[in-house]
Each structure stands twice: as C-alpha cells, then as structure tokens.
C-alpha cells in the first residue's frame, strides 16, 4: 500500500497569511494527487486533483503543485473560511490512500 | 453539484448486519464511478470502496474485503454498502461519494453514523 504523509500535523496562522502543507508518498504517483478541506461536523470539500488543477468553485487562492512522491498545498492568503482540517489522497492505485490531515487554525 | 443522500446507519453489536444506502438525484447516475469513506470519532479519513458506473468492477480496503459488498441500482440512483461482520473498529461516519475515475471523490454525501 502507498503510505501518504503529511506535515505539519497542524499550523497556526492569521489571515492574510501564506500556508504550505506538504504530502510526501511512499512511491511515485505521477500526479494522482488530490487534496480536501474538511471542516468540523462536516462533510470533506475536493479542492485540487491531478495534483495541480483547480476543482470548479474553488477560491484560486488555493493551489497545488508537485509530482513523483513530493507535493504540496499553498493558501496564498489565509481567509477566515479556511481554518479547517486538509486531507491530500492518492489516486494512483487501489486501495486508495489518505494523508493524516493538516489542522489548520488560528494563531 | 451532484446531490447525494445517505441513510441506514445505527447501532449495531459486533458480528452482526447493517446495510447503507445512498440515493443520487439530478443528474444521470449510472455514468458515475461511485464510493464509500468513512471516518472514526475524531480520526482521518479511509477509504472503503469504490464501483463503476456499470457496476462491474469494485475495490475494497484490506480492512473489509470479504466483509463489505458495495453495489448500485442505476434504475433507482442508489448506491449501497451492505456491511456483515461488523466489528468495533468498523465504529465511524460512512460517506458515499462522486468517485471521478473511482479514484477521486469529487462531491459527498452528509454522512451516515455506524456505530458497533
């Protein structure tokens, strides 16, 4: 199984600023990456996939890079809806595989 | 967006049945990969299940293979997860979902609570 490894488990911060979420796979993926934002008591929200493309509706503050085994999630400027929790995925083969999730929240 | 709707989940004892079910409204059903994840009290999340759209290849976690059974009924939208052998560990929120590819859950239902 792909093992998929996120840091920092958690990350404090204040709007307006910049947030870098990494997930490291433990065997290249190309680029099936996605990445969810799950806010408490509610169901998660598909904000990238393939690695770096944008889900429809999803702020563009919000991108994705990377490919292989090294990707990350950036916030380009925290708003106040995205304290949240962010879960990366792999999409390349079964069974499918989430990363631990990265809290972020209020510094 | 693609209006999903879970319903069947409970309380259960270990060992035993329970059967969820996820009806789909709005759009053409049977041309959607399809999925179950789940999530334990205060845990990440794990992916269950994935079907086709035509029903005809499904994927399980190591963790319920042979216990688990994911199926569809394309002429009534719904989907379903039939669950035996229940076990404490199966304790979670289940959530069906749009699986983009059956690799990628693109829109999800609210969540059913299964609890052993």
């Known amino acids: 199984d792909i093992q998929m490894t996120q840091s920092p488990p958690s990350v404090s911060a204040s709007i307006g600023d910049r947030v870098t979420i990494t997930c490291r796979a433990s065997?290249?993926?190309?680029?099936?990456l996605a990445w969810y934002q799950q806010k408490p008591g509610k169901a998660p929200k598909l904000l990238i996939y393939?690695?770096?493309s944008l889900q429809n509706g999803v702020p563009v503050r919000f991108s994705g890079s990377g490919s292989g085994t090294d990707f990350t999630l950036t916030i380009s400027s925290l708003q106040p809806e995205d304290f949240a929790t962010y879960y990366c995925?792999?999409?390349?083969?079964?069974?499918?595989?989430f990363g631990g999730g990265t809290r972020v929240d209020v510094k | 967006e693609v209006p999903l709707l879970d319903s069947g989940g409970g309380l259960v004892q270990p060992g035993e049945s329970l059967r969820l079910s996820c009806v789909a409204s709005?759009?053409?059903?049977?041309?959607?990969?399809m999925g179950w994840v789940r999530q334990a009290p205060g845990k990440g999340l794990e992916w269950v299940s994935s079907?086709?759209?035509?029903?005809?290849?499904?994927y399980y976690a190591d963790s319920v293979m042979g216990r688990f059974t994911i199926s569809r009924d394309n002429s009534r939208n719904m989907l379903f997860l039939q669950m035996n052998s229940l076990r404490a560990e199966d304790t979670a929120v289940y959530l069906c979902?749009?699986?983009?590819?059956?690799?990628?859950?693109?829109?999800w239902g609210q969540g059913s609570q299964v609890t052993v």
């Open positions: 979902a749009d699986m983009a590819a059956v690799t990628t859950a693109v829109y």
């Open positions: 709005g759009f053409t059903f049977s041309v959607y990969d």
């Open positions: 079907i086709s759209g035509s029903g005809l290849n499904t």
């Open positions: 065997q290249g993926i190309g680029i099936w």
């Open positions: 393939s690695a770096s």
């Open positions: 995925q792999q999409a390349h083969s079964f069974p499918l595989t």
